[in-house]
């Protein structure tokens, strides 16, 4: 997870809502569609909320949306940014290096960001107002110290996996919804990487707040339409149950 300059996220994820937002008649559930169907909630930590480590502009107006949206899902899954001092995504652990450059890692291309969600921390921590007491997994990522993890599904080396999969494939789920932060980042990457797993995969673009840095907004959304993720409002699912 990570925040450059303030883009006002918002903004920018109302202009998009509006531009890409679709209507899809799977929202018109049977209830054992229930069965199948899942909330993925990314990232609403401390960290990213106005105030944290890696804030992104309007994080915490998405929560009590999120917190309605919860109520509708039987199945509900929270991604936490979780690492440990000195990581390999921080800039402080290279000399010499400044937040928002880059490094090469043996898997690639890294962007360093400041310290954030550090294991224990109170940034890591959830924020307090999400209210989601249902939700049956908390899947921690970014927790070994050499590679950085994006996504719910898979760590940045595109090797090594989260653990998320196995967990919903188990529980007989084929759709997830994805909400959280942030959407040109972490949501986008959990996202796509849920599609490669085979899932079905919407993003609720009001329930997400971006960053938008150097155009990662636009390149985002293309990249999950390109990929098959759907985009919707809130408006699509909100007082459809799905429990």
Known sequence: MAVGQSVRGARAVQLLSKNHFKEDPIMNVSANRALTTALVVIDVQNDFIPGGQLAVPGGDEIVPLINRLGQSFRHVVLAQDWHPAGHASFASSHPGKQPFGTVQL??????????????????????????????????????????????????????????????????????????????????????????????????????????????????????????????????????????
């Open 106 to 243: 043996p898997y690639g291309e890294q962007t360093l960001w400041p310290d954030h969600c550090l294991q224990g921390s109170h940034g890591a921590a959830l924020h307090p107002a999400l209210k989601l007491d249902h939700a049956k997994l908390i899947i921690r990522k970014g927790c070994n110290p050499d590679i950085d993890s994006y996504s719910a599904f898979m760590e940045a080396d595109h090797q090594t996996p989260t653990g998320l999969t196995g967990y919903l494939k188990e529980r007989g789920i084929d759709t997830v919804y994805l909400v959280g932060l942030a959407l040109d980042f972490c949501v986008m990457f959990s996202a796509l990487d849920a599609r490669l797993a085979g899932f079905n995969a919407f993003v609720v673009l009001d329930a997400c707040r971006g960053i938008d840095r150097e155009g990662s907004m636009a390149a985002a959304i293309r990249r999950m339409q390109e990929a098959g993720v759907q985009l919707i409002e809130s408006s699509a699912i909100d007082g459809r149950p799905f429990a």
